[in-house]
């Protein structure tokens, strides 16, 4: 029996979903497939894949993937299809996601360009990544999603008034999460709240970051491994613990 699983990941190219890469690629019984806006330009990724094969492994694929582009997201599942080759795809990690530059924005104080980026990014981009990846985790094993969300999307547990808009983006998202699990109940579809880690969004408002990318990524991985159908529509932090929504 075939025991590999497939991921898609999205971000690739830095931060958490370099640290997720890294971490899949290191077991043969993973193929990963990473995906960034400019693979050419993705030093670290590259770097990577060719410290994969150095090992004598080739279970590490690089996708370009412009998130923000219809035209680009079509392609990419034209691309992965190839790369599978007739397999389908176990998991798929909406990691990909951007903050306010202009961290304390408030409810009353929001920029239409800037909101309408944010939306785009971080609600648009994992509903249409999940429409058009589809037919391919109907193939696979596993049938998961997982749309990385944060805590600041918890309208019952933030009480913080900074940073609205990246907030009621990641709200959103953990609607299109339930919805999806809802209409789908064969799939398994979560939000996950990577924690506060060190990476350049994490650390975007000033403070300092507890988590090291290793230290989420541990703990997402861990949790996502293990998912049941029961765990599925609700929302979750890298450690287990159940969110509010």
Same mark, same amino acid.
Request: aromatic share 4%; charged share 20%.
């Given at each position: 029996?075939?025991?590999?699983?497939?991921?898609?990941?999205?971000?690739?190219?830095?931060?958490?979903?370099?640290?997720?890469?890294?971490?899949?690629?290191?077991?043969?019984?993973?193929?990963?497939?990473?995906?960034?806006?400019?693979?050419?330009?993705?030093?670290?990724?590259? $770097?990577?894949?060719?410290?994969?094969? %150095? /090992? =004598?492994? &080739?279970? *590490?694929?690089?996708?370009?993937?412009? +998130?923000?582009?219809?035209?680009?997201?079509?392609?990419?599942?034209? $691309?992965?299809?190839?790369?599978?080759? %007739? /397999? =389908?795809? &176990?998991? *798929?990690?909406?990691?990909?996601?951007? +903050?306010?530059?202009?961290?304390?924005?408030?409810?009353?104080?929001?920029?239409?360009?800037?909101?309408?980026?944010?939306?785009?990014?971080?609600?648009?981009?994992?509903?249409?990544?999940?429409?058009?990846?589809?037919?391919?985790?109907?193939?696979?094993?596993?049938?998961?999603?997982?749309?990385?969300?944060?805590?600041?999307?918890?309208?019952?547990?933030?009480?913080?008034?900074?940073?609205?808009?990246?907030?009621?983006?990641?709200?959103?998202?953990?609607?299109?999460?339930?919805?999806?699990?809802?209409?789908?109940?064969?799939?398994?579809?979560?939000?996950?709240?990577?924690?506060?880690?060190?990476?350049?969004?994490?650390?975007?408002?000033?403070?300092?970051?507890?988590?090291?990318?290793?230290?989420?990524?541990?703990?997402?991985?861990?949790?996502?491994?293990?998912?049941?159908?029961?765990?599925?529509?609700?929302?979750?932090?890298?450690?287990?613990?159940?969110?509010?929504?």
């Amino acid at each position: 029996m075939d025991t590999t699983t497939t991921w898609l990941i999205t971000g690739a190219s830095r931060g958490l979903g370099l640290g997720l890469t890294r971490s899949l690629s290191a077991s043969p019984s993973n193929i990963v497939i990473a995906t960034c806006r400019n693979p050419a330009s993705a030093s670290e990724l590259n $770097a990577l894949q060719a410290d994969v094969r %150095g /090992r =004598g492994q &080739d279970n *590490l694929r690089i996708v370009q993937l412009d +998130v923000n582009d219809e035209a680009s997201i079509r392609a990419s599942v034209a $691309a992965v299809e190839r790369t599978l080759e %007739g /397999r =389908g795809l &176990d998991v *798929l990690y909406n990691n990909a996601g951007i +903050v306010s530059t202009a961290y304390l924005d408030g409810a009353f104080d929001c920029d239409y360009g800037h909101m309408m980026a944010i939306l785009k990014t971080n609600v648009v981009a994992p509903a249409l990544l999940g429409k058009a990846y589809l037919l391919l985790l109907d193939l696979g094993t596993r049938k998961t999603i997982v749309n990385v969300s944060s805590a600041r999307g918890s309208i019952g547990g933030c009480l913080d008034v900074r940073n609205a808009v990246y907030s009621l983006s990641k709200s959103a998202l953990n609607m299109l999460s339930h919805k999806q699990a809802i209409e789908r109940p064969d799939l398994i579809v979560i939000s996950l709240c990577p924690g506060h880690v060190q990476t350049d969004l994490g650390e975007s408002g000033g403070a300092k970051a507890p988590l090291t990318v290793e230290e989420s990524v541990a703990g997402q991985l861990h949790l996502v491994q293990g998912l049941t159908h029961e765990q599925s529509g609700r929302f979750w932090q890298y450690n287990g613990k159940d969110l509010l929504w």
